[in-house]
């Protein structure tokens, strides 16, 4: 397994401003992962993180919005850019352990857009 | 396309009483099958895997899963339910076989809420 960390754990932002969530592991990864989880609903994988590369995105989910950097093995940030109420949501990180195919969470960063 | 279905919402048992959530899944090849628990405010925990072989698997705090490929199923049980199981459940899925520069991308379902009455 893996112990993750994320931060800011909540964070309350203004329409049109941006937020940066850190994700922090204790071990080296190869994958690292970022979700949303809209209020009630399940989890939407946002975009793969490879250390060393471009991240990939889902479809629906795009880099100007969601800029993600990964500059070593244990670290990723998720930015939220140019923000709108419809981005209030719970942003997780998820890593991929050498248990391949396994992936362990982050607490999670609750966003709420006002 | 690949999906992952849990039929039931909300799901109210007593303290003491057994449990059965249900999860059935879409999946063009034999998926590896997962069960998360998501505590209020917390992230998910990863309660017990599928991934080939014995179709009964036990996972962590009492919890166990078994995979039918018949009704394409992967249902959570719980013989004696606690008060400190109330969470959301997320039954969640991934394609087995070839890695992908985009990882192995999981799939949930929409979750169950459950809620334990002392």
């Known amino acids: 397994s893996a112990v993750i960390s994320q931060k800011p754990s909540r964070d309350i932002c203004q329409r049109g401003t941006s937020l940066t969530i850190q994700c922090q592991v204790d071990?080296?990864?190869?994958?690292m992962f970022w979700y949303r989880q809209q209020p009630g609903q399940s989890l939407t994988l946002i975009a793969t993180a490879n250390q060393g590369s471009e991240a990939t995105y889902e479809s629906g989910f795009v880099i100007d919005k969601f800029p993600i950097s990964r500059p070593n093995l244990t670290f990723s940030t998720l930015t939220v850019s140019n923000l709108s109420p419809e981005d209030s949501s719970i942003y997780l990180c998820?890593?991929?352990?050498?248990?391949?195919?396994?992936?362990?969470f982050g607490p999670g960063t609750r966003l709420t857009v006002t | 396309a690949q999906s992952v279905t849990q039929p039931d919402i909300h799901i109210t048992v007593s303290e003491g009483a057994s449990l059965e959530l249900r999860c059935n899944y879409s999946?063009?090849?034999?998926?590896?099958l997962f069960w998360y628990v998501q505590s209020p405010g917390q992230g998910l925990q990863l309660l017990l895997k599928y991934f080939s072989g014995d179709t009964l698997v036990q996972g962590i705090k009492g919890f166990e899963a078994e995979f039918k490929r018949s009704q394409s199923s992967f249902n959570l049980r719980k013989p004696s339910v606690h008060w400190s199981d109330a969470a959301e459940y997320f039954c969640a899925a991934t394609r087995k076989g070839i890695l992908t520069g985009g990882g192995n991308k999981l799939t949930f379902g929409t979750g169950t809420q459950l809620k334990v009455e002392l």
């Open positions: 998820s890593v991929e352990t050498s248990a391949v195919y396994e992936q362990y």
């Open positions: 999946y063009g090849a034999t998926p590896y």
């Open positions: 071990s080296q990864v190869t994958m």
